[in-house]
Nanobody, 123 residues
Framework: VQLQASGGGLVQAGGSLRLSCAAS????????LGWFRQAPGQEREFVAA????????LYADSVKGRFTISRNNPRNTVYLQMNRLKPEDTAVYYC?????????????????WGQGTQVTVSS
């Protein structure tokens, strides 16, 4: 089971990036998926999550209105569209998968994790 995150990079404040996370080894079409991030010297924190159908989404207050999570189940991929980026969004972003259809903001309820992709927002 592998989750491969991509799409990170360096962007100026106010810019946009789209992160992708592709799953292999098993299908995740019936699983809740999420994005977390970890800034230097800080604990990993929840960013966004989406249910298996895409009908339910959750967002951290800090990204609400700027980030959008979506998924393409036939492609076994989850996306995080990040707009109006701020320097405080700088972090390593991780995708994660649950073993149930539901979503949660709780990190330890995601048993599957990708390797992370670096997002750096310059001021």
């Amino acid at each position: 089971v592998q989750l491969q995150a991509s799409g990170g990079g360096l962007v100026q404040a106010g810019g946009s990036l789209r992160l992708s996370c592709a799953a292999s080894g098993r299908t995740f079409s019936r699983n809740g998926l999420g994005w977390f991030r970890q800034a230097p010297g800080q604990e990993r924190e929840f960013v966004a999550a989406i249910s298996w159908s895409g009908g339910t989404t959750l967002y951290a207050d800090s990204v609400k209105g700027r980030f959008t999570i979506s998924r393409n189940n036939p492609r076994n991929t989850v996306y995080l569209q990040m707009n109006r980026l701020k320097p405080e969004d700088t972090a390593v972003y991780y995708c994660a998968a649950r073993t149930t259809t539901l979503v949660t903001t709780i990190e330890n309820e995601y048993p599957y994790w990708g390797q992370g992709t670096q997002v750096t927002v310059s001021s």
